[in-house]
């Protein structure tokens, strides 16, 4: 099984809401990733989590907030947030330990913020 | 900081012609991993190749190979008889250790019937 599983696939959501997006994979990474893409543009880093804990945080506003709940689980708590937030956004997982390994990619969250 | 840089926004190739991307990169590492993704209208990012910085043998799948010129820190992904499954965003990426891939601007593929 090679999948990340991303729900759900489209979101649209008001400034107001309090909504999450789920991923989830079964490889037994232990590093996981949240990215943000715009149109046309490459992904951005957001989040990464390495064995179940918060490594990276680029600098991402507080209405994102991340959650790992077990090995397997990435979540992202979205509240308050602004139309410019309207993006795709990926979940990845890759092998932790290893050097050098590829990440694999979930097929993506289309949010829209109205 | 490692930067990968792309610089053809957008490519155009005939079914069944060859066409090539250019990738190069920064880097003061000796040791790392290279990478093209495509990421085709469904969105999800599927890995196409990889190559890693010590063997100095191209890396090769299928219809897909590159040409690694780890002095000139370049990185170009070369795709035969292309097919109109090809077309998409690609992304070349970039990684050493345990550090976050490192992603160019992408290259828009287009393949003309």
């Known amino acids: 099984d090679t999948e990340v599983t991303q729900t759900p696939k489209h979101l649209v959501m008001g400034m107001t809401n309090k909504k999450s997006l789920k991923c989830e994979q079964h490889?037994?990474?232990?590093?996981m990733y949240w990215y943000k893409q715009k149109a046309k543009k490459p992904p951005e880093l957001m989040f990464v989590?390495?064995?179940?804990?918060?490594?990276i945080n680029e600098s991402v506003p507080s209405r994102f907030s991340p959650e790992c709940p077990n090995s397997s689980l990435l979540n992202l708590h979205l509240h308050a947030l602004q139309p410019e937030d309207s993006a795709l956004y990926l979940c990845?997982?890759?092998?932790?330990?290893?050097?050098?390994?590829?990440?694999?990619f979930g097929q993506g969250t289309r949010l829209t913020v109205v | 900081a490692q930067t990968v840089t792309q610089s053809q926004p957008e490519m155009s190739v005939q079914e069944a012609e060859t066409v090539t991307l250019s990738c190069t990169y920064d880097?003061?590492?000796?040791?790392?991993?290279l990478f093209w993704y495509k990421q085709p209208p469904s969105r999800q990012m599927i890995l196409v190749i990889r190559?890693?910085?010590?063997?100095?043998q191209n890396a090769t799948e299928n219809r897909f190979s590159v040409n690694f010129q780890k002095a000139a820190k370049s990185f170009s992904l070369k795709i035969s008889d292309s097919q109109l499954g090809d077309a998409a965003m690609y992304f070349c990426?970039?990684?050493?250790?345990?550090?976050?891939?490192?992603f160019g601007k992408g290259t828009r593929l287009s393949v003309i019937a």
């Open positions: 190559q890693e910085a010590y063997k100095q």
């Open positions: 880097t003061s590492e000796s040791d790392y991993y």
């Open positions: 989590y390495s064995y179940e804990k918060l490594s």
């Open positions: 990845a997982s890759s092998q932790a330990d290893s050097y050098n390994t590829e990440a694999f």
């Open positions: 490889m037994g990474h232990r590093a």
């Open positions: 990426a970039y990684r050493e250790g345990n550090t976050p891939l490192v």
